[in-house]
């Protein structure tokens, strides 16, 4: 197992219009990766007006598992494999890509209609080399059923994985870290070295990292031991990461592999439109050029 050594990630901020931000904080330069967490995106918080809403039009995966995870805010999932599902705060989308998959991501026609806000997690979970061609699957897990406890002023909910002694129903592909932790100003969280590769991203509010402060918005890849997370305010944090991935892994546009020649055939693939459809959808997403 290799040495973590803390690391500070700042996010870089992409304008998708209409006031609506996101902020990518992996991959990093320096970071490629956190555990099995390839891709994390942090989406809005966002007003989104009346009549206007989100539309990522059908686009294709392959060698991950898609995860949304929303505090605000409603989005409908559509797929290949025929599976129309919105996905309400609380509840968590995981769909494993494997060997292809389409899908697409358009706000709930009511909330459209009346406007809304807009907030939330996407991330990417590059799946273990021996699963990297599995078949596709679609999984939605209501908010419910995801375990939590409160202690001492901290609220854990566990996404995926395992933690503090709680493991969530939702099916995981190697030794994950996902949990949704909400303290209240003045508590205090160990973290204890149960995962070999762990972070913390900063969703809202103040918090020490073993006495030195990380501002909303930014992630603290976590060195090895035990480390203490106190709220300086009330705060919400997501903890990610796991196990080591078994290789290196190749991102290109929406594709995960561990090799060139797999990404160029999924861009083969998309340009011969041989993923399959989402029923009801007429549009996708063209190939990027670059």
């Given amino acids: 197992m290799s040495e973590q050594t803390a690391l500070l990630i700042e996010p870089r901020l992409h304008d998708l219009g209409d006031g609506f931000t996101v902020r990518r904080l992996l991959p990093f330069r320096l970071r490629r990766n956190v555990g099995p967490f390839v891709f994390f995106d942090h989406i809005g918080p966002a007003a989104i007006a009346p009549g206007r809403g989100l539309d990522v039009r059908p686009h294709p995966h392959i060698g991950l598992a898609t995860v949304t995870y929303l505090y605000e805010g409603a989005l409908t999932h559509r ?7 919105v996905i309400r ?5 995981w769909m494993t890509a494997g060997r292809g998959v389409v899908h697409s991501e358009r706000t709930p026609a009511p909330e ?13 979970v590059a799946l273990p080399r ?28 566990v996404i995926a ?12 592909f190697s030794p994950t870290l996902y949990v949704d932790v909400e303290m209240q100003v003045g508590s205090r969280l160990v973290v204890p070295p149960e995962h070999a590769e762990r972070a913390i991203y900063v969703v809202s509010g103040d918090v020490d990292v073993d006495g030195v402060g990380v501002a909303p918005t930014h ?10 997370v106190r709220a300086t305010s009330t705060a919400r944090v997501l903890l990610c990461g796991g196990a080591p991935l078994d290789g290196e892994r190749i991102l290109w546009w929406n594709f995960v592999a561990s090799s060139q020649e797999r990404i160029d055939q999924a861009k083969a693939d998309w340009l011969g439109q041989r993923f399959g459809d989402v029923p009801g959808e007429a549009e996708f997403i063209p190939l990027p050029e670059h």
């Avoid at 797929?79 to 599902?85: A, H, N, P, V």
């Fill in 79 to 85: 797929d290949s494999l025929g599976r129309d599902q």
């Fill in 89 to 93: 705060p609380g509840d968590v989308n």
């Fill in 112 to 124: 459209r209609a009346r406007g809304h806000r807009m907030h939330g997690i996407q991330t990417w």
């Fill in 130 to 157: 021996e699963f990297a061609e599995t078949a596709p699957e679609f999984l939605h897990h209501e908010a419910d059923s995801l375990p939590f406890a409160d202690r001492d002023g901290v609220r854990l909910r």
């Fill in 161 to 172: 994985g395992r933690a503090f002694d709680l493991e969530s129903p939702v099916r995981v």
């Fill in 219 to 228: 992630m603290q890849v976590l060195a090895d031991g035990d480390v203490e």
